[in-house]
């Protein structure tokens, strides 16, 4: 049997007593392409922050690659093939699109991410820059400043600068949030193509209908605790699914 690129085990998550994550289990395996989904404030963002580190878990245990990371910090899994985006896109505003994914790309050059813009032979990094900005479509904003760029760009260069960390595992927080139907559509299809270009992809999204209509596999929680783990077409059969996702959310799928 294959060890699974990410394993969950038995995670729980308290803030100020009260309980964001009770006994959460499941695994991932190279390749797949799983959504996490559930109403809000059911704890799927804490579950991505105990991945990449921002917070750790008591209890439970996180494995990646073979390798225990729960007390790991994050420089240690970015290195290790973890990477993530954010809802709220957070570009540094002083560069340009190009060198912001640069920045991502010289982090294998030394451990200081702004370093890496002072390093002498920046080629490599620009040339990967360059590939990315043209995989996710935005090639052409290359040179653009990142003052007056539309959200769907933002959302692009954000994906392409987790991208170039060479991500084993890429994390996805909403990448599809504010966004209209067709630019949800087309981002939603780029986030496949990676997927199938041996990218391993973890997504948390309430635009139901993409989320049906590109993964794999859904996880569900609900007030902390997993309700559902399956193909996308059995888990939405889920009666309790249904109770407490569906009927949550109520009309606002693609909220």
């Given at each position: 049997?294959?060890?699974?690129?990410?394993?969950?085990?038995?995670?729980?998550?308290?803030?100020?007593?009260?309980?964001?994550?009770?006994?959460?289990?499941?695994?991932?395996?190279?390749g797949?392409?799983?959504?996490?989904i559930?109403?809000?404030?059911?704890?799927?963002?804490?579950?991505?922050?105990?991945?990449?580190?921002?917070i750790?878990?008591q209890?439970?245990q996180?494995?990646?690659?073979?390798?225990?990371?729960?007390g790991?910090?994050?420089?240690?899994?970015?290195?290790?093939?973890?990477?993530?985006?954010?809802?709220?896109?957070?570009?540094?505003?002083?560069m340009?699109?190009?060198?912001?994914?640069?920045l991502?790309?010289g982090?294998?050059?030394?451990?200081h991410?702004?370093?890496?813009?002072?390093?002498?032979?920046?080629?490599?990094?620009?040339?990967t820059?360059?590939t990315?900005?043209?995989?996710?479509?935005?090639?052409?904003?290359?040179?653009h400043?990142?003052?007056?760029?539309?959200?769907?760009?933002?959302?692009r260069?954000?994906?392409?600068?987790?991208?170039?960390l060479?991500?084993?595992l890429?994390?996805?927080?909403?990448p599809?949030?504010?966004?209209?139907?067709?630019?949800?559509?087309?981002?939603?299809?780029?986030?496949?193509?990676?997927?199938?270009?041996?990218?391993?992809?973890?997504?948390?999204e309430?635009?139901?209908?993409?989320?049906?209509?590109?993964?794999?596999?859904?996880?569900v929680l609900?007030?902390?605790?997993?309700?559902a783990?399956?193909?996308?077409e059995?888990?939405?059969?889920?009666?309790?699914?249904?109770?407490?996702y569906?009927?949550?959310?109520?009309?606002n799928?693609?909220?």
């Amino acid at each position: 049997m294959m060890t699974p690129l990410l394993d969950i085990i038995r995670v729980g998550v308290e803030f100020g007593g009260v309980r964001a994550l009770a006994d959460v289990s499941f695994s991932i395996a190279t390749g797949e392409f799983l959504s996490l989904i559930g109403p809000n404030g059911a704890g799927k963002t804490t579950l991505i922050r105990a991945i990449t580190g921002v917070i750790r878990p008591q209890p439970g245990q996180i494995v990646f690659s073979g390798k225990e990371i729960t007390g790991r910090p994050i420089h240690r899994r970015i290195r290790m093939g973890l990477a993530m985006t954010y809802q709220i896109v957070r570009p540094f505003r002083s560069m340009n699109v190009i060198d912001n994914v640069a920045l991502s790309a010289g982090h294998h050059q030394t451990r200081h991410a702004l370093k890496a813009m002072l390093l002498l032979n920046r080629g490599p990094a620009l040339k990967t820059a360059k590939t990315l900005l043209e995989l996710v479509g935005i090639s052409k904003f290359a040179d653009h400043p990142i003052q007056g760029l539309p959200l769907g760009v933002l959302k692009r260069l954000e994906l392409a600068r987790a991208l170039a960390l060479d991500p084993k595992l890429l994390l996805l927080d909403e990448p599809l949030a504010g966004l209209n139907s067709r630019e949800a559509s087309r981002l939603a299809d780029t986030i496949t193509a990676i997927n199938q270009n041996n990218v391993t992809v973890m997504m948390i999204e309430h635009n139901l209908g993409e989320v049906l209509r590109v993964s794999q596999r859904l996880v569900v929680l609900d007030n902390g605790r997993k309700i559902a783990d399956g193909k996308p077409e059995d888990v939405m059969a889920d009666p309790v699914v249904r109770s407490a996702y569906v009927g949550k959310e109520k009309q606002n799928v693609t909220a």
